[in-house]
T-cell receptor, first 119, second 112 residues
Framework: GAVVSQHPSWVICKSGTSVKIECRSLDFQATTMFWYRQFPKQSLMLMATSNEGSKATYEQGVEKDKFLINHASLTLSTLTVTSAHPEDSSFYIC???????????????FGQGTRLTVV | ELKVEQNPLFLSMQEGKNYTIYCNYSTTSDRLYWYRQDPGKSLESLFVLLSNGAVKQEGRLMASLDTKARLSTLHITAAVHDLSATYFCAVEGGGSQGNLIFGKGTKLSVKP
């Protein structure tokens, strides 16, 4: 399957600082990427949909000014957690789809995830 | 609101036994996904079920989809310890394709 690379795998930051997480599709172009958040022992919750060249679409309850998403190219989306606080500590996972032209191309491929710890 | 419900949420089983995980969803969807997650890791795609009646098998795992009943099952045959993980089902939530709504996951523990 297609490969999605996420970086960094883990990060520890001080409260009040900002952290950037990168999500890259390595061997395909992804017009759409998704960002999920997973708290310990819980399921994945969609945070936002990232579309290349346009503003991200955020799910209800997700602060767009706190979780900045930029999808500058067809292979890269970034999530910046601004002014991070301990409650932002979580596992963040991105996914990307090949496209929408064929049914099987809509399968989502997931990055390795980033464990963020805010101290 | 689209809901995806899995049961059981926790499953402890002995090696060699069979069991089934169930995934119900609340809206029409002809596509369902099963993923495996190991502790501290991301998701590994297991199955993509694309149509009513679809059945797929990989090793000791077999998944099926009944779109009329809005039900998918993940059947485990003769479980082994290596299958211990958390299993998630997911359906598309609408909007952009690839936008997935996940069940709460089933934590499977296979004991010798």
């Amino acid at each position: 399957g297609a490969v999605v690379s996420q970086h960094p795998s883990w990060v520890i930051c001080k409260s009040g600082t900002s952290v950037k997480i990168e999500c890259r599709s390595l061997d395909f172009q992804a017009t759409t990427m998704f960002w999920y958040r997973q708290f310990p022992k819980q399921s994945l919750m969609l945070m936002a949909t990232s579309n290349e060249g346009s503003k991200a679409t955020y799910e209800q309850g997700v602060e767009k000014d706190k979780f900045l998403i930029n999808h500058a190219s067809l292979t890269l989306s970034t999530l910046t957690v601004t002014s991070a606080h301990p409650e932002d500590s979580s596992f963040y996972i991105c996914s990307a789809t090949l496209g929408q032209s064929r049914v099987w191309d809509t399968e989502a491929f997931f990055g390795q995830g980033t464990r963020l710890t805010v101290v | 609101e689209l809901k995806v419900e899995q049961n059981p949420l926790f499953l402890s089983m002995q090696e060699g036994k069979n069991y089934t995980i169930y995934c119900n969803y609340s809206t029409t969807s002809d596509r369902l996904y099963w993923y495996r997650q190991d502790p501290g890791k991301s998701l590994e795609s297991l199955f993509v079920l694309l149509s009513n009646g679809a059945v797929k098998q990989e090793g000791r795992l077999m998944a099926s989809l009944d779109t009329k009943a809005r039900l998918s099952t993940l059947h485990i045959t003769a479980a082994v310890h290596d299958l211990s993980a958390t299993y998630f089902c997911a359906v598309e939530g609408g909007g952009s394709q690839g936008n997935l709504i996940f069940g709460k996951g089933t934590k499977l523990s296979v004991k010798p």
